[in-house]
């Protein structure tokens, strides 16, 4: 099976700007999670995604928000951008039932960098 | 809430050499899973393994161990052998059992492990 995919790899964006990034999840996963990784904060939950819904949301402000489609693809928008966006973002599938439904796998991140 | 501690922020070994990165956490639940995940420098970070609460027996995966103590809330990671291809970012995650709707996972900060040829 192919990996978790995440568009675009890399994005230089300036403050006040907003931006989406993709993820597409492995196969039959239907569960998506999206992370934000710093060098400040470590690697911490923004929110999880599953059959169209948020399940669960981690501490962050109103302009990072996201969405699933049917096919379980998600997008996560990041709206008026600041220097402290600057980050890497990851984004997680998992199975939704079966032994391994805890497992998330990562895909290689969208790199984001805020002038 | 929950928390993951890794103590050592970077380690440094020479090839073929053993080393053990160190991991305790913090929860209420009393159902859990704790996890180990490699970040080489591409980024992505790679899924090692995964450990439920209720099983304390060690697991040895090749070159790799894990040791989970619930009495001391530790769960650490063993590389026997260490190569230069073990050289990454080793991240220490909990996440909640009982609530489908509260996967997410509670990072350490990692350990950089930097294995010298």
């Known amino acids: 099976k192919a990996g978790v995919t995440q568009t675009p790899r890399y994005l230089i964006k300036t403050r006040g700007q907003q931006v989406t990034l993709s993820c597409s999840p492995i196969?039959?996963?239907?569960?998506v999670s999206w992370y934000q990784q710093t060098p400040g904060q470590g690697l911490q939950f923004l929110f999880e995604?599953?059959?169209?819904?948020?399940?669960n949301k981690g501490n962050f402000p109103g302009r990072f928000s996201g969405r699933q489609f049917s096919n379980s693809r998600s997008e996560m928008n990041v709206s008026t951008l600041e220097l402290g966006d600057s980050a890497l973002y990851l984004c997680?599938?998992?199975?939704?039932?079966?032994?391994?439904?805890?497992?998330?796998?990562f895909g290689p991140g969208t790199r984001l960098t805020v002038t | 809430a929950q928390k993951v501690t890794q103590a050592q922020t970077e380690i440094s070994v020479v090839e073929k050499e053993d080393v053990t990165l160190d991991c305790v956490y913090e929860?209420?639940?009393?159902?859990?899973?704790l996890f180990w995940y490699k970040q080489p420098p591409s980024g992505e970070l790679v899924f090692l393994i995964r450990?439920?609460?209720?099983?304390?027996q060690n697991e040895i995966s090749g070159r790799y161990s894990w040791n989970f103590q619930k009495s001391t809330s530790s769960f650490n990671f063993t590389i026997t052998a260490s190569q230069v291809v073990d050289s990454a970012v080793y991240f220490c995650?909990?996440?909640?059992?009982?609530?489908?709707?509260?996967?997410?996972?509670?990072f350490g900060s990692g350990t950089r492990l930097q294995v010298q040829p």
């Open positions: 995650a909990l996440s909640d059992a009982e609530d489908t709707g509260r996967r997410a996972l509670t």
């Open positions: 929860t209420r639940d009393t159902t859990y899973y």
């Open positions: 995604y599953f059959s169209e819904t948020q399940r």
């Open positions: 196969s039959g996963h239907r569960s």
């Open positions: 997680a599938s998992s199975e939704e039932q079966g032994a391994r439904s805890e497992e998330q796998y």
């Open positions: 450990r439920n609460s209720f099983d304390e």
